[in-house]
C-alpha cells in the first residue's frame, strides 16, 4: 500500500495583498452603504466652522451706504393720511429740530381738502404724532407739516447745484408702507422737465434730477442724499413706461426728485408765511403748435391774455405768436419744458430768451415776475 501525501494549497505573497486590499475596501464601502440605507444619518457633532469672538466689527465708514444709513433713518418718518378719500402713505424728513417736517403735497393734499382726514406721523423708534399742514404747493408738489415734538434731529439740505452726473445718492422712505427703506444708486441725469399732476388738475412743474435708485409708491416726500448724509433732493415721481395706461407699479429704475435748492426756497416761504410764490414771464403757450422752440398764443384763453399787459414779457418786447427758442442758451422744444426752466428761478431773476418773430431773431433779457401759488 503506498500512501500519498496531500499537497496543502498555500497562498503565495503574490495573492495576499491583493486580497487584504480587497477587504479593506469591502469594509469602507459596506460602512458607507450601511450609513445610506439605514435611518441614522445624522451626526453626533457637525463640527462647522465657528466666527472667532468680537471678530464682526458692527461698525461702518461714515461715507458707506451703511454708514449714511444709520445717519440719516432716525429722522426720516413715514406718513399716514386717513379721509374721505381712503387711506394713502408717504414719506417725510425732519427740517427742524422743533417738529417742521417736508413732504410732498399730493401725499397730504386730501388733508388740507377735508377736515375730517387725519395726518399720522410715524417715526423711527415706532412713536406716531398728529401733524397738522403748515403750508404747501402744488405748483412745486411740496408741503411742510408740523408736530408738537421738540428735540429731533432735522436733515442738511444739501446743494443741489453742486450734483453731478454719476454722483452716488441713497434714497430713503417707506415704499408701499415698508418704512425705513434704504435703496441706493447714483444721480444719472440733471434738468429732467418733469410735470406730475392728478385728475384734479393740479400739475407740478418740476426741473428734476433724475436717479435709479429704486423709487416706489410711498417713497413720494422721502429724501434724495449724497455721500455726505445731505438732502439733495425730495424723492417725488417714476416713470410711466409709454403706452401704459395705468400708474407704473414700481420702479423701473427712473426716478425723479425735487432739487434741494428749490426745497429750501419753498419751505422757507411756507414756514415763514404759509404759502409759496413762483416766477412767470407772463405768457401762455400753445400746446398744439409743432415746430421748432414753443410758440407764444396768439389767441387768449379762458378770459387770460397771451401776453399779461405790462407783464414781463411784454416789458421785454415779446408779442402774440412769438417763438421762444432758447432760456440762458439752452434750447427748448416743448411748452412744459420752458415752464420748468423758468419755475426753477426765483423771482426777480433776469432770464436771456432766445426770440423768433417771423424770420427775424433775437436775444431779449427778462425780468421775471411773481405770482402765488396754489
Do not use: C
Not at 498555500?10 to 495576499?16: F, N, Q
Not at 433732493?233 to 434741494?260: D, K
Not at 415752464?339 to 436775444?363: F, K, Q
Request: aromatic residues 2%; hydrophobic residues 45%.
Amino acid at each position: 500500500m503506498v500512501a500519498t501525501r496531500r499537497r496543502r494549497r498555500v497562498l503565495s505573497v503574490a495573492w495576499v495583498v491583493p486580497l487584504v486590499l480587497l477587504a479593506l475596501v469591502a469594509g469602507v464601502l459596506g460602512g458607507v452603504l450601511g450609513a445610506r440605507i439605514g435611518d441614522d444619518d445624522h451626526l453626533r457633532d457637525a463640527g462647522l466652522p465657528a466666527a472667532v469672538a468680537g471678530s464682526a466689527d458692527e461698525s461702518r465708514p461714515p461715507e458707506s451706504v451703511a454708514g449714511i444709513a444709520s445717519t440719516v433713518l432716525p429722522s426720516v418718518v413715514s406718513i399716514d393720511v386717513d379721509g374721505p378719500e381712503g387711506a394713502s402713505t408717504g414719506s417725510g424728513f425732519v427740517l427742524r429740530a422743533d417738529g417742521y417736517i417736508v413732504t410732498n403735497n399730493h401725499v397730504v393734499a386730501q388733508a388740507a381738502e377735508a377736515a375730517s382726514t387725519s395726518v399720522v406721523v410715524t417715526f423711527a423708534d415706532g412713536s406716531e404724532e398728529s401733524a397738522s399742514i403748515v403750508g404747501r404747493t402744488s405748483e412745486y408738489d411740496l408741503a411742510v407739516i408740523k408736530v408738537e415734538v421738540d428735540g429731533l434731529t432735522p436733515l442738511l439740505l444739501g446743494d443741489s447745484g453742486a450734483v453731478v452726473v454719476g454722483d452716488p445718492v441713497v434714497a430713503v422712505g417707506a415704499p408701499l408702507g415698508l418704512a425705513g427703506t434704504v435703496t441706493t444708486g447714483i444721480v444719472s441725469a440733471l434738468n429732467r422737465p418733469v410735470s406730475a399732476g392728478d385728475e384734479g388738475g393740479d400739475t407740478a412743474f418740476i426741473n428734476a434730477i433724475q436717479t435709479d435708485a429704486a423709487i416706489n409708491p410711498g417713497n413720494s416726500g422721502g429724501p434724495l442724499v449724497n455721500a455726505a448724509g445731505e438732502v439733495i433732493g425730495v424723492n417725488s415721481a417714476i416713470a410711466q413706461p409709454p403706452g401704459t395706461l395705468a400708474p407704473a407699479g414700481g420702479s423701473i429704475g427712473l426716478g425723479f426728485a425735487i432739487p434741494s435748492d428749490q426745497v429750501r426756497r419753498t419751505a422757507e416761504q411756507l414756514i415763514e408765511t404759509g404759502r409759496a410764490t413762483y416766477p412767470i414771464i407772463g405768457v401762455l403757450l400753445d400746446q398744439r403748435y409743432v415746430g421748432e422752440g414753443v410758440q407764444v398764443s396768439t389767441e387768449d384763453q379762458d378770459g387770460t391774455a397771451a401776453v399779461s399787459p405790462d407783464g414781463p414779457a411784454e416789458r421785454a418786447g415779446i408779442r402774440r405768436g412769438d417763438v421762444i427758442l432758447a432760456i440762458d442758451g439752452r434750447p427748448v422744444t416743448d411748452p412744459d419744458e420752458l415752464i420748468v426752466a423758468i419755475r426753477a428761478r426765483t423771482p426777480g431773476e433776469t432770464v436771456v430768451l432766445r426770440v423768433r418773430t417771423g424770420s427775424d431773431e433775437r436775444d431779449v433779457r427778462v425780468r421775471l415776475d411773481e405770482a402765488d401759488a396754489r
